[in-house]
């Protein structure tokens, strides 16, 4: 009987295992899915610029020229296969360029530039004019001259530089609980629940010991997250509680476990027939002998 309730207590503690990973598993991260769908339709900006570069007329360029601009279409080509494009992370209200962002990742035109061996004109723009569009940077000269020799109009090089979406605004939910504390407390509570049924109908030193290690653990767990708010707070008041009792009930039938073993002990000890051999006189016909006596006490 008692190994089939270890054996129920283990499924049980099993199947809440599994139901809290599926019910608390973490929402989607808002920010990975906005950066992969930029991905996306960065990539698809990118192919579509490509196309209109390579049928574009080039009759009117020089030969170093065309060199260049065919370079910089096989570069920009290898930049969107990357797939590594700037975030926009300061401006939440529209979509904006950024000739290089705040990891230091640059954006198509500023990639070509820098490429190009022309770092000292990207480091110029990003520190003066960093969110500019390309059709207000007509007024710089160095860029204007490199787009010259590099065979590429400012419609064109206009064309090249995107805009990047605003992340996406997150609003923080507290009564949400955080779905390593969940599955924690549900692995804890289940833990408690069955090791106090097993205490308080098929007690052993195990389901003590079990009972005993579970309620603290989950005491533990509850005051660490005792002073959070909302749901995350609930939770950790019902840890304390639940591990409390476990732990309590563990000490009870422990010390009832002992006292019925000092006492069924004591009673076996009582029922035993005490007996002792000693020398004696006894008579035989009518003359006395030595012999032996045994003396028993019920």
């Keep these: 009987m008692k190994?089939?309730?270890?054996?129920?207590?283990?499924?049980?503690?099993?199947?809440?295992?599994?139901?809290?990973?599926?019910?608390?598993?973490?929402?989607p991260d808002a920010r990975k899915l906005h950066l992969v769908a930029e991905q996306t339709r960065l990539r698809a900006h990118f192919d579509s610029v490509d196309t209109e570069l390579r049928v574009a007329d080039v009759s009117g360029l020089s030969a170093q020229q065309r060199s260049m601009r065919a370079k910089l279409v096989?570069?920009?080509?290898e930049y969107r296969n990357a797939g590594v494009f700037p975030e926009n992370d300061r401006f939440a209200?529209?979509?904006?360029?950024?000739?290089?962002?705040?990891?230091?990742?640059?954006?198509?035109?500023a990639y070509l530039v820098d490429r190009s061996g022309r770092g000292d004109i990207v480091d110029h723009i990003a520190q003066t004019r960093n969110n500019a569009f390309i059709h207000q940077l007509v007024d710089d000269p160095e860029l204007v001259a490199w787009l010259h020799e590099s065979g590429l109009t400012v419609d064109e090089a206009a064309r090249i530089q995107p805009t990047y979406g605003p992340l996406p605004i997150t609003v923080d939910n507290p009564d949400?609980?955080?779905?390593?504390?969940?599955?924690?407390?549900?692995?804890?509570?289940?833990?408690?629940?069955?090791s106090t049924a097993l205490n308080v109908f098929s007690p052993s030193r195990l389901s003590n010991a079990l009972g005993f290690i579970a309620g603290v653990a989950q005491v533990a767990a509850g005051?660490?997250?005792?002073?959070?708010?909302?749901?995350?707070?609930?939770?950790?008041?019902?840890?304390?509680?639940?591990?409390?009792?476990?732990?309590?009930?563990?000490?009870?039938?422990?010390?009832?476990?002992?006292?019925?073993?000092?006492?069924?002990?004591?009673?076996?000890?009582?029922?035993k027939v005490r007996t002792a051999v000693s020398p004696d006189l006894v008579v035989v016909g009518n003359r006395q002998q030595l012999g032996l006596g045994v003396h028993a006490q019920f």
């Design 223 to 271: 005051a660490d997250r005792i002073k959070e708010r909302g749901g995350t707070r609930r939770v950790a008041i019902a840890n304390a509680y639940v591990g409390s009792i476990s732990a309590v009930a563990a000490i009870f039938s422990a010390y009832r476990h002992g006292r019925q073993t000092a006492d069924s002990k004591n009673a076996s000890e009582n029922a």
């Design 3 to 27: 190994r089939l309730s270890v054996i129920l207590a283990g499924s049980v503690i099993t199947l809440a295992l599994t139901g809290a990973t599926a019910l608390h598993r973490s929402p």
């Design 74 to 77: 096989g570069w920009l080509r």
């Design 93 to 109: 209200d529209r979509a904006m360029p950024f000739f290089r962002d705040s990891h230091g990742i640059l954006c198509a035109m």
């Design 176 to 194: 949400r609980v955080s779905s390593s504390y969940a599955l924690l407390s549900m692995g804890l509570g289940s833990a408690s629940v069955a």
